[in-house]
């Protein structure tokens, strides 16, 4: 079984920048392209079902999608206030209430699209496994094919 997802995982030709990051946005490993980032709204898988590729790689590492989710939410709401304020179509108490309900609703919607962007981001330029990661998984499969109930990772 090992070998058979082996030999899947050295077939995986890597993708461009461009690529990686369209995967990350159709919520697909960027990886493989195949397997989903998500089973539910909100919780994602630990693996990808094809490649394997680990999605939450270290304690931390999704913090790094908020500032997709925070630099995104700050862009349109810019551009909408500007855009809505030398119009003069609504007032500024309307248009706060407006911009205010954007930034709380908008970054709720777009959070599934922040952590695959910084999942892609972070396989375009540091792609699992690197040799930390790869050191681990090879010493849990020696520690597993010795009998060992040493749990993953430590």
């Known amino acids: ?11 995986i030709i890597p993708a461009g920048g461009l690529a990686t990051m369209v995967r990350g946005m159709r919520l697909r490993c960027p990886r493989c392209g195949k397997g989903a980032i998500f089973r539910g709204w909100f919780t994602m898988n630990q693996r990808c079902p094809e490649c394997g590729r680990l999605f939450d790689r270290a304690p931390g590492y999704l913090l790094g999608s908020i500032y997709f989710n925070y630099g995104v939410t700050a862009v349109l709401v ?4 500007f855009s809505l304020y030398f119009t003069e179509t609504l007032s500024g108490k309307q248009l706060l209430w407006l911009l205010t309900a954007f930034g709380v609703v908008f970054p709720l919607w777009f959070f599934r699209y922040a952590r695959g962007l910084w999942i892609a981001f972070d396989e375009r330029w540091d792609p699992w496994p690197n040799e930390e990661e790869a050191r681990r998984v090879e010493k849990d499969v020696r520690a597993g094919a010795e009998g060992t109930d040493a749990p993953a990772g430590r």
């Open 1 to 11: 079984m090992a070998e058979i997802k082996q030999k899947r995982n050295d077939s």
């Open 78 to 81: 810019v551009i909408a206030y």
